[in-house]
Nanobody, 126 residues
Framework: QVQLVESGGGLVQAGGSLRLSCAAS????????MGWFRQAPGKEREFVGAISRSGGRTYYADSVKGRFTISRDNAKNTVYLQMNSLKPEDTAVYYCAGDRFLTVQNLGVANEYDYWGQGTQVTVSS
């Protein structure tokens, strides 16, 4: 069974950068499309971005487009979320998720993903 573990969160000042990592178990990692979601206190889990199985296609929420970059290294079974120009409103717990059958229609829907990490806290101070 695939397991996902996020890391790299922390406290950063507005305008700063962080890189989150999501390490996956299993030798079929390259078969999974991967997404990043975030959840702030009292709010719904929201889509941040997603990346295709090969890493050739990425998708982003409008709120992070131009600031965040998703990448993956299938040889390392790892997905990354590079976050630049961070804003206080980016503060949330960030989760990675995977699914073998993602499409452009469902990649932004949390309920479509089968596998989830436990999250890593990102706090951006003003």
């Amino acid at each position: 069974q695939v397991q996902l573990v996020e890391s790299g969160g922390g406290l950063v000042q507005a305008g700063g950068s962080l890189r989150l990592s999501c390490a996956a178990s299993g030798r079929t990692f390259s078969s999974y499309g991967m997404g990043w979601f975030r959840q702030a206190p009292g709010k719904e889990r929201e889509f941040v971005g997603a990346i295709s199985r090969s890493g050739g296609r990425t998708y982003y929420a409008d709120s992070v487009k131009g600031r965040f970059t998703i990448s993956r290294d299938n040889a390392k079974n790892t997905v990354y979320l590079q976050m630049n120009s961070l804003k206080p409103e980016d503060t949330a717990v960030y989760y990675c998720a995977g699914d073998r059958f993602l499409t452009v229609q469902n990649l932004g829907v949390a309920n479509e993903y089968d596998y989830w990490g436990q999250g890593t806290q990102v706090t951006v101070s003003s």
